[in-house]
């Protein structure tokens, strides 16, 4: 029962800007709690891509990046390329528990 | 590089208990400003939060799953463990453990991941 809400999907063409947006509430990111982002590949883990809204960990690349405003969030892919296709997922915190969104999957055309 | 790796049993019965351990390396895990959590995803689906253990033993619970879930610490084997007892079909699914950054509520570290199925 995700709380945070994240379109089942996005597509783009090699090299375009896609972005990947996650809905919250009053009781999580409204709440001033900071939103984190995961990629997982097909068949592995998730990996950290973004934490605390918009701060990348050391080898994520700037093409990735993060927002956060009011009840929402957003993850911006610019220059899309074929090994960023994958599900995303976006995680904060709501009564004293960590929730996850829906995932989106990113189709490379 | 700290690294995270789950086993256990990968076939649990209906009814009975499921029990994974994640043994950590590259790293204590009883250093402060950490804690260490379960994570699981049934197949297909996303990701869902099961609890975790704070480095200094305290544990808190997704409500959801609380009265069937403990999680528990062996600092001696530098691991800690999952136990999830009643277990229906539901509950198949690929169990990740991960260290959690303490209050500022992200995962920075995965293991792989081990499928649990539930099925007689």
């Known amino acids: 029962q995700s709380v945070l809400t994240q379109p089942p999907s996005v597509s783009g063409a090699p090299g375009q800007r896609v972005t990947i947006s996650c809905t919250g509430s009053?009781?999580?990111?409204?709440?001033?709690?900071?939103v984190h982002w995961y990629q997982q590949l097909p068949g592995t883990a998730p990996k950290l891509l973004i934490y605390?809204?918009?701060n990348r960990p050391s080898g994520v690349p700037d093409r990735f990046s993060g927002s956060k405003s009011g009840t929402s969030a957003s993850l911006a892919i610019t220059g899309l390329q074929a090994e960023d296709e994958a599900d995303y997922y976006c995680?904060?915190?709501?009564?004293?528990?960590?929730?996850f969104g829906t995932g989106t999957k990113v189709t490379v055309l | 590089q700290l690294q995270l790796q789950e086993s256990g049993s990968g076939l649990v019965k209906p009814s009975q208990t499921l029990s994974l351990t994640c043994a950590v390396s590259?790293?204590?895990?009883?250093?402060?400003?950490?804690?260490w959590s379960w994570i699981r995803q049934p197949p297909g689906k996303g990701l869902e939060w099961i609890g975790y253990?704070?480095?200094?033993?305290?544990?808190y619970y997704n409500p959801s799953l609380k009265s069937r879930v403990t999680i528990s610490v062996d600092r001696s084997k530098n691991q800690f463990s999952l136990k999830l007892s009643s277990v229906t079909a539901a509950d198949t699914a690929v169990y990740y453990c991960?260290?959690?950054?303490?209050?500022?509520?992200?995962?920075?570290?995965w293991g792989q991941g081990t499928l649990v199925t539930v099925s007689s």
């Open positions: 253990i704070y480095h200094s033993g305290s544990t």
């Open positions: 991960a260290r959690e950054v303490a209050m500022e509520y992200y995962f920075d570290y």
């Open positions: 605390g809204n918009s």
């Open positions: 590259g790293g204590s895990i009883s250093s402060g400003g950490y804690s």
């Open positions: 995680q904060s915190y709501d009564s004293s528990l960590s929730v």
């Open positions: 009053s009781s999580n990111i409204g709440a001033g709690y900071d």
